[in-house]
């Protein structure tokens, strides 16, 4: 099992584990995967989390066995309260607690493919609190998080060429353009591939 105390904190966002024995995460996790936004991020493909219990087997399995095996995987994305509400999450008090306080507006990933060795960056925030930044915040917290506690420097950015907002994106977290190629997580499909500044210019040093 993934740990529940364990948090990434960014100015505004607590990054923390999904949990599977809570009916709120399974029911939001299925709330984000059939938004038009998430869905439209996939070529129009449906994800099949439709209900809790899907949602539910989607997180005590795939999402916890990544986290087990890689140290790094999906992550859910709370929004602190404002103003007043803010004391709320602040003092000597559990990140369970704080979390109670939060909002659940969308999850930021590190997915390691079966036939790479870097894992790649995704994101995606609820339809109603995008264009806030939300999605790059979570996601600088959790890059930084993966140089300076889990040691990874090598970090790709994968997704279908018809994606301009994740194209943007990757822009303006300072991911360089690696041109478009068949890819293995797409079924073989093209896929716009960007990655972290330093990395091999060789991409097949990283599987792909």
């Not at 559990?94 to 999850?107: D, N």
């Not at 279908?160 to 990757?170: I, L, Q, V």
Request: hydrophobic letters at 35%; a neutral charge.
């Amino acid at each position: 099992m993934t740990d529940p105390n364990f948090y990434i904190e960014t100015p505004r966002l607590y990054l923390s584990y999904f949990d599977p024995s809570k009916d709120a995460h399974c029911d939001f996790l299925v709330y984000l995967y059939n938004t038009p936004e998430f869905i439209a991020s996939l070529c129009g493909k449906s994800t099949h989390i439709t209900t809790r219990e899907a949602a539910r087997k989607r997180l005590a399995t795939l999402f916890i066995d990544e986290h087990v095996r890689n140290g790094y995987g999906t992550y859910l994305v709370s929004l602190k309260p404002d103003g007043a509400n803010s004391s709320k999450v602040s003092g000597d008090i559990s990140i369970q607690q704080k979390l109670q306080s939060c909002k659940m507006i969308g999850s930021v990933s590190l997915l390691l493919g079966e036939t790479y060795t870097a894992p790649d960056l995704g994101f995606a925030i609820v339809p109603e609190e995008t264009r806030k930044g939300y999605a790059k915040e979570a996601s600088k917290g959790l890059l930084k998080y993966a140089k300076e506690i889990l040691g990874i420097d090598a970090v790709l950015g994968l997704f279908y060429p018809s994606n301009e907002s994740s194209r943007a994106m990757f822009r303006s977290l300072g991911f360089e353009s690696r041109g478009v190629r068949k890819l293995d997580v797409f079924n073989s499909k093209d896929g716009e591939v960007w990655a972290l500044p330093g990395m091999d210019e060789d991409l097949s040093v990283y599987g792909l």
